[in-house]
């Protein structure tokens, strides 16, 4: 079972493995009725007949729709946070910082535009909601807090760091939300080469455009 990353959506942790899997089928419900029709289908009386669970069950461990909403937000962003991290130091280490960039930039934007329920939640004014701003500012500060080790390393002064590597982090995900907004497939592709240029262009001011000297592994250009 995945662990679901509840930033002030759930009302109360479930302590037995059956409300745990309550918990499990509530969201995994959720989830389906957002793939078949966007959050304007995932009403609580619909996620309920799905979970084969009483309305009164939901209410139990969360607050209202948004809650459960941003719950799903959460733990997608755990995964894509889980793919970025395990990523990290086989392009940071091993490639070229500029290149390195890109091949990241790629991961983090495939996994949000290909993912089933991401786009339909953004799109569905979640994004305007307080736990969804949640959310994202800790997975900003986590992704952050990563990538600074290997800026110090690179010659970014301690003092700046965690700024130089948040901003970056919410450069990139700014333009990953206009991204996520058009449906012309020729603009998604020129917003991502942007996205690599500006973050590249506003690195190029702290990092210098040495490659690395050792690498681990070997690989292969794009």
């Known amino acids: 079972m995945q662990t679901i990353r509840m930033v002030g959506t759930l009302r109360r942790s479930p302590r037995q493995g059956r409300s745990g899997e309550t918990v499990e089928r509530i969201l995994s419900a959720a989830a389906e009725l957002l793939e078949e029709g966007g959050p304007e289908k995932a009403t609580i009386a ?3 007949v799905r979970a084969d669970v009483q309305p009164g069950s939901i209410y139990h461990f969360f607050a209202n729709r948004e809650a459960i909403l941003g ?5 997608l962003y755990d995964e894509v946070d889980r793919t ?3 990523q990290l130091p086989q392009y940071l280490e091993c490639l070229p910082w500029e290149q390195a960039v890109g091949r990241l930039l790629d991961t983090a934007y495939d996994a949000y535009l290909e993912h089933p329920t991401y786009r339909k939640l953004f799109l569905g004014g979640l994004r305007r909601s307080e736990s969804f701003d949640e959310i994202r500012d800790k997975s900003d500060a986590e992704l952050a807090h990563s990538l600074s080790g290997y800026l110090t390393a690179r010659g970014v002064a301690e003092t700046d ?3 130089v590597s948040g901003t970056v982090v919410r450069i990139a995900n700014k333009l990953l939300d206009w991204c996520l907004e ?3 497939e020729s603009q998604r592709r020129a917003i991502r080469r942007e996205a690599k240029r500006a973050v590249c262009a506003y690195l190029a001011s702290y990092i210098g455009p040495d490659p690395p000297v050792w690498c681990k592994n070997s690989i292969g250009e794009n």
């Open 84 to 86: 970025i991290l395990s």
């Open 182 to 184: 058009t449906e012309d």
């Open 71 to 75: 719950a799903i937000a959460g733990r």
């Open 161 to 163: 760091v965690l700024v």
């Open 46 to 48: 619909a996620i309920a």
